[in-house]
């Protein structure tokens, strides 16, 4: 480092762009400049962007990309323009679709786990109530399911193994 500005000298940074950018922004550049983008393709893009904007470096080269990108295939035309407009819309609507899959997983992981906790406080009140479900695990397994017919039976409910909402209120469960 230069001790005078604290900067590093010209061919510092200039070795460190190659080592940890530049073949980003090849990739980025063969990206950009194909008509159609595959959904790999979108998927790798989206990364690069996402890096770009926690690296101011990566993305001024990337700003400069396009520019250099937009001079050398004539996108500076309307038709192309439009062109490109429309590739980066539907880009966008990837991102959007991406992030849309994102919520639903997280969604289902909610309901996985708030289905487990209930399951586990079944299992947990037949135990209590000397029906043996086996392990309590959350999962509503053989065991689980002969112990919740014993239970049923005993209280002159359906047997049908399933905890229904007067089994569960049998049961002191919500």
């Known amino acids: 480092m230069n001790q005078s500005n604290g900067h590093l000298p010209l061919t510092d940074a200039i070795s460190n762009f190659k080592l940890n950018h530049s073949s980003i922004l090849l990739e980025y550049c063969q990206l950009a400049s194909k008509e159609c983008l595959s959904t790999s393709d979108e998927d790798r893009m989206s990364e690069i962007l996402e890096l770009a904007e926690s690296d101011g470096v990566l993305d001024f080269w990337l700003n400069e990309a396009d520019h250099f990108l937009a001079h050398e ?102």
């Open 73 to 174: 295939l004539n996108l500076t035309n309307k038709e192309s323009i439009y062109k490109f407009e429309n590739q980066l819309a539907n880009l966008r609507e990837h991102l959007e679709h991406q992030l849309i899959e994102n919520e639903k997983l997280d969604l289902f992981e909610e309901l996985r786990h708030h289905l487990k906790h209930a399951s586990q406080e079944l299992q947990e009140h037949l135990k209590n109530r000397g029906f043996d479900p086996g392990p309590i695990d959350g999962i509503l397994g053989p065991r689980t399911h002969s112990a919740l017919i014993a239970f049923q039976q005993a209280n002159q409910l359906i047997p049908n193994g399933l905890p229904d909402a007067v089994t569960r209120e049998a049961l002191g469960l919500k």
